[in-house]
């Protein structure tokens, strides 16, 4: 059961952010807008895992709890390291911008 729901929670999540992806792509700022896209994605990620640790004790399905709460380290850790980026990523994207405008 609990790899089905993993399987399809993680189709989803794929399939979202592809689409994001897509839609900025269509812009010039795709990268600035994928970086701030990536870190509201990772902290919607975090708050599913936790969402699902919640219901594992409800729904009788403890043994699920290890593979959840390492897939929410996982998702913290890297929610920080986005997290931690996105000023170099903005101020990066904007000397990208002036050496476009100045060539």
């Known amino acids: 059961?609990?790899?089905s729901?993993?399987?399809r929670q993680d189709t989803m999540q794929s399939g979202m952010?592809?689409?994001l992806v897509m839609?900025?792509?269509m812009s010039g700022d795709e990268i600035l807008k994928n970086t701030?896209?990536?870190n509201a994605f990772e902290n919607f990620?975090?708050?599913?895992?936790k969402s699902l640790l919640a219901l594992?004790?409800?729904?009788?399905?403890e043994d699920a709890r290890g593979p959840l709460t390492q897939s929410l380290q996982e998702e913290e850790r890297m929610a920080e390291w986005v997290d931690s980026n996105v000023e170099k990523?903005?101020?990066e994207f904007v000397r990208h911008e002036e050496r476009q405008a100045a060539a």
């Open 89 to 91: 990523v903005t101020l």
């Open 5 to 7: 729901i993993k399987t």
């Open 1 to 3: 059961m609990f790899a």
């Open 56 to 61: 594992c004790r409800a729904a009788g399905v």
């Open 23 to 25: 839609r900025h792509a």
């Open 17 to 19: 952010a592809n689409l």
């Open 36 to 38: 701030l896209a990536n």
């Open 45 to 49: 990620e975090i708050a599913a895992y």
